[in-house]
Nanobody, 122 residues
Framework: VQLVESGGGLVQAGGSLRLSCVAS????????IGWFRQVPGKEREGVSC????????NYRDSVQGRFTISRDNAKDTVYLQMNNLKPEDTAVYYC????????????????WGQGTQVTVSS
């Protein structure tokens, strides 16, 4: 089982990044997928969650209107398009596959990626 994130990097405030998460080793289209982020010294927080058929999509308030989650079940891939990035978005971003989305939070998360660093400079 593997989830591999990519697309992170350094960007100026107001810029955009698109994160990708490619899954393997499990039946991707049977799992809800969540994006999380974590800053050193702080708890990991949910960012967005998407159901198996993309019928339910939710975002935490601070990213609503700026971030867009999507998935391509044919490619076993989930995306997080991040626009108008702010310095407070700086974190390691993780994708996870799990049971269900409760609003923007995936719970429980069965599988995790290794994370990709997003740094937004002011």
């Amino acid at each position: 089982v593997q989830l591999v994130e990519s697309g992170g990097g350094l960007v100026q405030a107001g810029g955009s990044l698109r994160l990708s998460c490619v899954a393997s080793g499990f039946t991707f289209d049977r799992y809800d997928i969540g994006w999380f982020r974590q800053v050193p010294g702080k708890e990991r927080e949910g960012v967005s969650c998407i159901s198996t058929n993309s019928g339910r999509i939710n975002y935490r308030d601070s990213v609503q209107g700026r971030f867009t989650i999507s998935r391509d079940n044919a490619k076993d891939t989930v995306y997080l398009q991040m626009n108008n990035l702010k310095p407070e978005d700086t974190a390691v971003y993780y994708c996870a596959a799990g049971r269900t989305c409760v609003s923007y939070y995936l719970t429980p998360a069965d599988y995790w990626g290794q994370g990709t660093q997003v740094t937004v400079s002011s």
